[in-house]
């Protein structure tokens, strides 16, 4: 059958004009398709490495790093994750992060909570080593969101109970250096075993914070005034003769001072005036207000037990001036160092470091501190320098060591200088102004114990921080030309994110 010369026509015509422009339209159906595409795997891919560098800041704030310190660990993980620092925005909060990476034609932001603060050296440490090793060795995302997520649920190096026994020994070392003998020194470490252990049950359980800390600090001091008691005559008299030696304290009022130190944010103290050093005023001020919170809790607490056992002016009565060798000042600071870095869950391999570096603080602040006026061996040139002193040694000291242990300057330093933190003066202004009864000097008497405990913190944190800051101008150079030729390399494979692509 022969085609009509109108149906040749119009398939030429098909042929010849239409089909052409289809065949157009379906290339550019499809070519908008897969440009869609590529923008959507894009922003999907560069809202995930914001995400994964937020979560690196989230581990780091919970784990009470100084924001310096969170800054530079965040940069340093953007240059991994190819996000350009020109064009990368980043703002620290106590309880919010924010990232922003934006030019003049796109801006991505993302937020993260952070909520759950505590005291994690080991995180810390962690996160620095993972910043430096994913950059170096190229990780993938995936290799390094494992890596993340592994450092954030691991357990802790220690089980409760054994926080607990170092919390409680911790105290008992403070006690020794306010002058209490052996005997106070046991009473003093299981009042504090037992309170520390009532407030970690309370935390577990969800009840308030602060709450908790009063509860503790009530029971670890009428603990402490209990056992006064036992070193009474008509106690000892009921007690084996053998037994006496060992139970019997001169100094039986002593563990009431240093039974709940254990709760004394020092941490959070000295990152506060860090952060006020390095000009992070909004952080640093949010820290000073919870510790001022937690101090306060802490001097309800054992104010309440204080009226409860009806001690009348223990505030001012009691001595802090020791009259011990320095072989026992050396043993006693050995003790507390490691005890708080329990709490502060710093590695295992690091506790004999941190308790040699309690040791050179202590009985250098001892030396510089003490002297003939208080028949002691020393310079006799007060606390404050002695504290300046100390903290400012070990300072210079971790400065090299922190190669040799590869772990950041503060997970040595800060540990080392805990024992020289001045909890009982804190605590006693607090308790001074409690107690007022519009008797003459009760304002002086709160003032003095204030100033005094504020100007030792200021030494101590500067200590740690000022020979740091110094030591930088040599240091940081050398850490950064590292982190550039790294930067490089990871650009020449194409590694880093260009916003201009994503449209």
């Not at 970690?200 to 009428?222: C, D, H, Q, R, V």
Request: hydrophobic fraction near 50%.
């Amino acid at each position: 059958m022969e085609k009509s010369p109108n149906i040749l026509f119009f398939a030429c015509f098909l042929q010849v004009f239409v089909l052409p422009l289809q065949l157009k339209k379906t290339y550019r159906d499809f070519d908008k398709i897969k440009m869609e595409k590529i923008k959507g795997y894009s922003e999907c891919l560069l809202r995930r490495k914001l995400d994964l560098l937020l979560r690196t800041g989230k581990i780091l704030v919970e784990s009470s790093a100084d924001t310096s310190r969170i800054m530079r660990n965040m940069k340093r993980t953007a240059a991994y994750l190819g996000l350009p620092e020109d064009v990368l925005h980043i703002h620290i909060n106590y309880n919010m992060l924010m990232v922003n990476l934006s030019d003049e034609e796109h801006s991505f932001s993302k937020f993260q909570r952070c909520d759950k603060h505590g005291i994690n050296m080991e995180a810390i440490s962690a996160v620095s080593r993972l910043s430096w090793r994913a950059i170096s060795e190229d990780y993938s995302l995936e290799q390094y969101e494992v890596a993340l997520e592994e450092i954030g649920s691991r357990k802790r190096n220690y089980t409760p109970w054994q926080v607990a026994i170092g919390a409680g020994f911790a105290c008992g070392g403070f006690c020794i250096q306010f002058g209490c003998d052996w005997p106070a020194f046991l009473y003093a470490s299981v009042a504090a075993i037992l309170g520390f252990r009532l407030r970690t049950k309370l935390n577990e359980i969800g009840s308030n914070g602060y709450a908790n800390i009063a509860f503790a600090a009530f029971l670890s001091t009428l603990l402490a005034f209990l056992t006064a008691f036992i070193s009474m005559p008509v106690i000892e008299s009921l007690l084996p003769t053998w037994l006496i030696p060992f139970t019997h304290s001169a100094t039986p009022w002593h563990p009431l001072m240093a039974c709940a130190l254990f709760i004394v944010p020092g941490v959070p103290l000295i990152n506060f005036v860090s952060d006020m050093l390095d000009n992070n005023i909004e952080v640093g001020i949010v820290r000073a207000v919870n510790t001022l919170l937690m101090v306060a809790a802490m001097a309800f607490g054992i104010a309440l037990a204080i009226k409860i056992c009806g001690i009348d002016n223990f505030v001012k009565d009691l001595p802090m001036i020791p009259h011990h060798s320095y072989i026992e000042y050396a043993i006693a600071a050995a003790i507390s160092a490691m005890g708080f870095s329990m709490i502060f869950n710093l590695p295992k391999r690091l506790l004999w470091v941190v308790a040699i570096g309690g040791i050179i603080a202590v009985c250098s602040r001892n030396f510089v501190n003490l002297g003939p006026s208080n028949n002691n061996i020393g310079l006799d040139w007060g606390p404050v320098l002695g504290s300046l002193i100390g903290s400012s040694l070990i300072s210079i000291i971790t400065i090299k060591l922190v190669h040799v242990f590869h772990t950041p300057h503060h997970c040595i330093s800060i540990p080392s200088v805990i024992p020289m933190v001045p909890g009982v003066l804190m605590y006693r202004a607090l308790f001074a102004i409690i107690e007022m009864h519009g008797v003459v000097g009760e304002v002086t008497i709160a003032t003095h114990n204030a100033i005094r405990a504020s100007l030792l913190i200021l030494c101590i944190a500067i200590g740690v921080a000022i020979p740091n800051i110094f030591a930088r101008r040599w240091i940081a150079p050398d850490r950064r030309h590292k982190l550039e030729r790294l930067i490089a390399e990871r650009k020449k494979r194409g590694g880093f994110v260009d916003l201009h692509c994503i449209e």
